[in-house]
């Protein structure tokens, strides 16, 4: 942790108390979305982390950037490995695979993403082979010194004219000491009539959430279903983009079987598999109910290149086709596709993105030019109800379109953007897909060029989100909703931080940062409807909205201080509440304003919540230190 970044900005010193009064009613009807999650392939969050699948380079998949290898893998014993391309390969989408020979016990083990976490539980497997085989193949976990900790024979029924794939599975008895395991798949040599074999896709996977084959892994997806996210924007980010124009995120080639699915080279540094494909977002999002905010590559990649106009349809008509299979009756082309891969009902679609940031890389004269309102038009024509957004605010929104307002920045410029959205008048809903404090105040705000970004998120960042956040739920009419990003940081490898949530390969690994209690808290309160409030007292070093849930009929307040020299008295009083009134309070704080929490150490936010009794008048009376974030709800 760089110190010298550790300069607070001008404590504001506050004694008297915060005198509010909350009308019964005036205030505008709120997003019903709020908070949610943003995913893409970043930080190995999705293949080795979010992506159940066990096995490293499963299937040698390689691209100009990234090209095929071996890495992931070793020879048992004797064996010599060799990747090759043969005429008949498993698909087209997976030319390479690995040819396994020598005499003896012969074949390969794979190392995992960082290593195999083995729990007693049953472990799914599979592998294509393709050669004459009369023996059996023996799969196995093994740990670091050599154990044998589960292991099962397979019959071959491997011939030399096909590939053939062979199930299997793994059920160890015991928790490994450690995750440094590794997976094993041997055979006979001698049985083998070329003297070898040649194999790909090799696959293993743990229980999953929902027990979904080709699955998510479960620790991450219980920490995201305590969030309760309530949307997912997907995929991406830069990850949508791609570094070339070729190399952009391609729907059709993350669906159907896995042997169709060719992989990318993407934006972070490798090459990923395409196993967790658009069918595996939506059922993520039917899994954890939240509302699929799709983005659709716009014609701009992060290399600065862009479609030209004239070339601009078949990228339109692409996510007319994306739309059509997600959302189209099994009459259609590509809803007949969807139902071929298992999914016979249509999803429904309500939010579609155009792009990633084209204010950025370039792109912002051609994305106003031609490029957003070519996929708009077409999407509008289409799909009248979809709620189309342009992935900036930095234009002129057409027509019923709305926005993606992204934020990183330093703590200081997060408190002084509180009220930016009081002054937003525009009618076009603003989606804020992208929140972040990256970087310690340090005076001046955040150099893209020069700057140290925190490895997670720290308390007095998170209380700066949340004091921006309060000044959206206050305009909650024209925000759509909210999403830290990125989300996921695999310890083992990444890129950006900080993130959402951070783990390593082992189970129960993944750590809630300081902001996912902010934003949970928040999350779990949430308000149909704001309610105005009035105060002799100016926002800072308090920060606040009120408003009703009107399922529950229970009114509710949520607040921030942020650098005060004191703690900080509340008066509140609810119109609509008379004396007697109780309420719950849930004031969230930590020991010091750069704590974290980090993976493998204690939760530092501390959560306490007491019940108070609205006084004379329907007043609720309590206190707030600094750097706290409260919710107040009635009873
Ligand atoms: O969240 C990480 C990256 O930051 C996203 O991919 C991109 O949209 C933004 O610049």
Redesign the pocket.
Known sequence: MLREYLLLPLLAAYSAAYTITVAKSGGNVTSNLQYGA?E?E?NHGGEGGLYAELIRNRAFQGSELYPSNLDGWSAVGESTLTLQNLSAPLSSALPTSVKVEGSGTIGFTNMGFWGIDVQPQKYTGSFYVKGSYSGSFKASLQSSTGKTLASVEITSKSVSSKWVQHDFTLTPTTTASNVNNTFSLTFDASQASSGSLDFNLISLFPPTWNNRPNGLRKDLMQALSDFGPKFLRFP????LEGETIDTRWKWNETIGPLTERPGRPT?WGYEETGGMGLVEYMEWCDDLSMEPILAIWSGLALNEDVVPEADLDIYVEDALNELEFLTGSVDTEYGALRAKYGHPDPWTINYVEVG??DN?SGGLSTYTAYRFAAFNDAIAAKHPNIQVLASTIDMTLPGSTGGDY?Q?DVPDNFVSEFDMWDSYTDAHPILLG?IAALEYNNGVGLDWSDYTASLYPWWIGSVAEAVFLLGAERNADKIIGATY??FFMNLDSYE?SPTFLAFDSKTGSVTKSTSYYVYTLFNHNHMTNTLPATSADAFGPLYYVSGLDNKTNSHIWKGAVYNSTADVPVSLKFESIGQGTTADLTILTAPDAYSMNEVGEANIVNTKTTIIKAGKSGVFSFSLPNLSVAVLTTN
């Open positions: 943003m893409e970043i991406g980010g830069n990850n934006t990633n940031e950025d992204h990183y992208e990003a990125p950006w």
